[in-house]
């Protein structure tokens, strides 16, 4: 569709009423989500980063129509095992901010968050719904337009049937509703190159390489220094090492390896066929 | 009557007459032998002169009379006799009876002498009767010397630097050799009174050299003297004694603050071959005294000629700041407290919350010691971002490099600071103090990198301090005050991963995006928010009640009207130019731009004439 200069601006006049991508400054400030809701989002969170977009969307929608747009912000439980000292509220922006900028730890980088409208907005765009791009921050309108592409038929794109989906030889563990595995088994299973780094006293991995080894490249994981980095600026779970085992996203694997489809059934991973798995 | 002579002058041998004078001191009831250089020499006393003619009648005694003063010298180095009340107003006076003070010519230096000229008058006083009429003669001269002390004035070029050392500076007596041949040298102290800013510079603590807190890896550790001395004698100087104030803590006895000085033996000349300076901003005077006849005497400036102490550095207008820094800006005679600042010229409004003082005695960035010019606006930035990332496929060693900030494809381009590359700079984490301020989300810190502040301080500067997030409020990134400290502080969160997002998004269907030039964008719009906040909260703009509402639609700062606010960094949506799909058709209302942009908007107004550093 083309716009005159003045459709443009009255339709935008109206549009930033309503909501706005790049933040006003201040930013809107959301509702804080409560307990039930917190659990809801965080599961929807870990559900998007996983490309489970519709049980995304599902958890984001129920805790809308019972709260609203609310915001959930925790502490993964990364941080906690990790953290010695102790955590602010996660609603506490000063703290959080104020650790980060004093160098006591770089928190802003550590606390995971949500918002209803962004969950929908991603997951969403995910599916392939262009049309919510920058209504995160308003739901009716996000809502409208899914519909409105529902009506035009738009169809997100189908799942392989699931009858032909294979279990992996994995086993796994799910932490804030992230699905964790021993990095050199899924390697293995996934048939990605995988090498380790260990420390010559304590025998412990330190640091791990994913693919072909490049001299140089920077690892996966380097243990000694999560919290320093801020640990999940990459990966929405961060790998760690423990009892000798890296624990590493499942999510993250699996698309280094090329699959786009994958659950988690009756304790055990299934991958959909022709995804890459060896 | 007149009398003539008994017979020819050649005709006799008899006595000259005799006479002296003196110079006594009525203040201190004692003769005068030193005089300082362009004092009035007071008050002369001639001693009772006398005149003996051989006469028929015997001996006989004449009165003798004062006819003229000689300083036995020719020319223009010749003083002046006349007549002083006091010692200080000096009266020119045609009788020669009447002098009692003498002035010698300004530039003199040395043994001076002084006598009357004598001539009598040829009646004997007991007889009455006619005398020989002698010649005038020059009485017995008195002898003194006019001294002076002298030193030198700080060098005019010089401005004080943080750790760094200053110039040298001579303390010296003239004649070396007073009237009775013995030498003038004295002992000469040198006693500096410095400034105490805190710190070394706005932005950097002062580490005592001489208060060694431990040794940690090879490197000494030093502890934090904010209030030291900014100038300071090193602790040896040759041929002097340094003397410091002594301090004891923890890690034993130390002596620091080196502001004494005075020569070993006595002198005519001493010289402090340096002074340490420890503060970019340091100011100070240094007296040069030493013990004369008459009491304590201060040393005269050479380039004034004035008993005053030399300022240090340079300050003919007492400003505390180095007149040459002044004439090289161009601001000579500047206020310390000025803030005009006009370059870029954004909204007009001038200054950018650093005082002249401050812009001198600079900061800290990154280490480096940097002075600021007057007249270009600045404006500071701080990453938090700048750790390393621990992502392998992040083509970038940092969560936020610091190309994301300082690169010309962001914020520092036209129209703003930054602009040519001057005004715009990016500090390291502890170069600035951190400041709790009340926000609707609670307290937030700020950093102020002018925090270690002291004379000419206008208000507290901020930096715009960048932050990168994983929560998804904000959905992109936000800003939670401006640039000024009024009611929040610019802190920054930016969602990096959502700006991945959004370039993977983009170049998925087909554009080119460069991450790090939308990592710019994105940063460049936050700062635009920190300047732009008198926009972006006015309430009226808000409402849409004046003309610039109608350009912003009172949607907080962002620019929306027309093509060309489209490409500027304040495009509201991510990538400029994008504009959802409002009308639910399925279809993008507009795409964005296949290029970023590089600037703010230059139309009329626009960002680039909005935006402001001052509140």
Redesign the interface.
């Known amino acids: 569709m083309k716009l005159t200069q003045r459709t443009l601006a009255i339709l935008l006049f109206v549009a930033f009423l309503d909501f706005a991508k790049a933040s006003p400054p201040g930013g809107r400030i959301y509702p804080r989500a409560n307990e039930e809701a917190t659990e809801k989002l965080k599961e929807g969170y870990a559900a998007y980063h996983q490309g489970w977009y519709e049980l995304a969307i599902e958890l984001a929608v129920e805790v809308y129509q019972k709260y609203g747009d609310v915001h959930a912000r925790w502490w993964p439980s990364w941080v906690k095992r990790f953290y010695r000292g102790n955590l602010p509220d996660p609603y506490d922006y000063g703290a959080i901010v104020g650790a980060t900028i004093e160098g006591r730890a770089p928190m802003t980088m550590m606390v995971a968050g949500v918002t209803v409208g962004g969950l929908l907005e991603y997951s969403y765009l995910g599916l392939g719904y262009h049309g919510v791009y920058g209504k995160g921050t308003h739901v009716p309108s996000l809502l409208k337009s899914v519909e409105a592409a529902k009506k035009r038929g738009y169809r997100p794109p189908q799942l392989p049937l699931k009858s032909t989906w294979r279990p992996l030889p994995l086993k796994f563990r799910e932490e804030d509703f992230f699905i964790l595995v021993p990095i050199e088994e899924a390697c293995k299973v996934l048939g990605l190159p995988c090498r380790l780094q260990f420390d010559q006293k304590t025998r412990k991995p330190f640091g791990a390489y994913v693919g072909e080894y490049v001299e140089k490249k920077r690892p996966l994981l380097v243990i000694q220094e999560i919290l320093r980095r801020g640990g999940a600026n990459m990966m929405a779970y961060p790998a760690y090492e423990e009892g000798g085992i890296v624990w590493v996203p499942f999510y993250w694997l699996a698309k280094q390896a090329g699959i786009r489809w994958w659950e988690v059934r009756d304790g055990k991973i299934y991958v959909a066929p022709k995804q890459g798995t060896k | 009557m007149a009398i003539a002579p008994l017979k020819a002058k050649a005709q006799t041998n008899d006595p000259p007459p005799s006479g002296s004078c003196y110079v006594f001191s009525p203040s201190s009831s004692s003769v005068v032998e030193y005089s300082r250089r362009g004092m009035i020499v007071w008050e002369i006393t001639p001693t009772s002169a006398t005149d003996y003619d051989f006469t028929p009648w015997g001996l006989e005694e004449n009165f003798v009379v004062i006819v003229g003063w000689t300083d036995f010298m020719e020319g223009e180095d010749r003083g002046e006799f006349g007549y002083s009340p006091d010692g200080y107003s000096f009266y020119p006076v045609n009788n020669p009876e009447w002098v009692n003070a003498y002035r010698p010519k300004p530039g003199f230096v040395g043994v001076l002498r002084i006598a009357p000229i004598l001539d009598d008058i040829p009646i004997g006083i007991y007889s009455g009767m006619p005398t020989y009429d002698d010649d005038p003669v020059i009485g017995e001269p008195w002898k003194m010397t006019i001294w002076e002390f002298w030193i030198t004035p700080c060098p005019y070029n010089w401005r004080p630097m943080p750790n760094a050392t200053g110039p040298s500076f001579t303390a010296w007596i003239e004649p070396e050799v007073d009237h009775l041949g013995q030498s003038m040298g004295r002992f000469i102290a040198f006693e500096l009174f410095p400034s105490t800013e805190p710190g070394e510079c706005l932005n950097s603590h002062f580490l005592c050299p001489y208060d060694v807190d431990g040794v940690f890896d090879g490197i000494e550790l030093h502890g934090i003297h904010d209030n030291d001395a900014d100038l300071q004698f090193p602790p040896y100087l040759e041929g002097m004694y340094v003397y410091g104030q002594w301090e004891e803590d923890e890690e034993g006895p130390y002596v620091h603050n080196f502001t004494f000085a005075v020569t070993q033996q006595p002198t005519t000349i001493a010289t402090v071959g340096t002074i340490f300076c420890f503060d970019g901003g340091a100011y100070g005077v240094l007296l040069a005294y030493t013990n004369m006849p008459e009491g304590i005497v201060f040393a005269r400036r050479t380039d004034t000629g004035l008993i005053e102490p030399v300022e240090i550095p340079y300050d003919k207008n007492g400003n505390f700041i180095a007149d040459v820094w002044e004439w090289n800006m161009g601001i000579y005679p500047a206020d310390a407290l000025g803030d005009f600042d006009n370059y870029p010229v954004g909204d007009g409004t001038p200054g950018d919350g650093l005082s002249v003082y401050e812009e001198y005695r600079g900061l800290m960035v990154r280490y480096l010691w940097t002075v600021f010019n007057p007249w270009i606006k600045d404006m500071f930035v701080?990453n938090?971002g700048a750790?390393?990332?621990?992502?392998?496929?992040?083509p970038f060693d940092f969560?936020i490099p610091n190309e994301a900030i300082t690169s010309d494809m962001g914020f520092p381009g036209m129209g703003v600071p930054g602009e040519n590359g001057r005004g715009f700079w990016l500090l390291n984490?502890?170069e600035g103090a951190?400041h709790?301020m009340r926000?609707?989300?609670?307290?937030?810190?700020g950093?102020i990198v002018n925090f270690l502040c002291g004379y000419a301080h206008l208000r507290d500067v901020y930096a715009a301090?960048i932050?990168?997030?994983?929560?998804?409020?904000?959905?992109?990134?936000?800003?939670?005050?401006?640039i000024w400290n009024v009611s929040?502080v610019p802190?920054i969160?930016i969602r990096?991963?959502a700006v991945r997002?959004g370039v993977n998004?983009w170049n998925g269907v087909g554009y080119q995006y460069d991450l790090l030039h939308a990592l710019a964008c994105?940063i460049a719009?936050?700062l635009g928010?920190?300047i732009l906040?008198h926009i972006?909260?006015n309430q009226q703009v808000q409402d849409g009640e004046d003309e610039i509402s109608i350009l912003t639609?009172?949607?907080?700062?962002?620019h929306?009207?027309?093509?060309h606010r489209m490409r500027c960094f304040m495009?509201?949506?991510?990538p400029p130019g994008?504009?959802?799909?409002?009308?639910?058709?399925?279809?993008?209302?507009?795409l964005p731009f296949p290029n970023l942009p590089k600037d703010f908007c230059d139309s009329e107004p626009g960002c680039q004439s909005l935006w402001r550093l001052n509140p």
Do not use: C, R
Not at chain 2, 439 to 445: L, R
Not at chain 2, 560 to 563: D, I, K, L, P, R
Not at chain 2, 571 to 574: M, S, V
């Open positions: 701080m938090f750790v390393p990332s621990n992502d392998p496929n992040w969560v984490a502890n951190t709790w926000h609707t989300e609670g307290w937030i810190p950093k301090v932050v990168p997030s994983q929560d998804n409020q904000p959905e992109l990134a936000w800003t939670f005050g401006p929040s802190v969160e990096v991963p997002e998004y994105v719009h936050e928010h920190t906040w972006d909260h639609n009172g949607d907080g700062g962002h929306v009207y027309g093509q495009w509201p949506y991510f994008v504009v959802p799909d409002l009308d639910n058709d399925g279809a993008w209302d507009s």
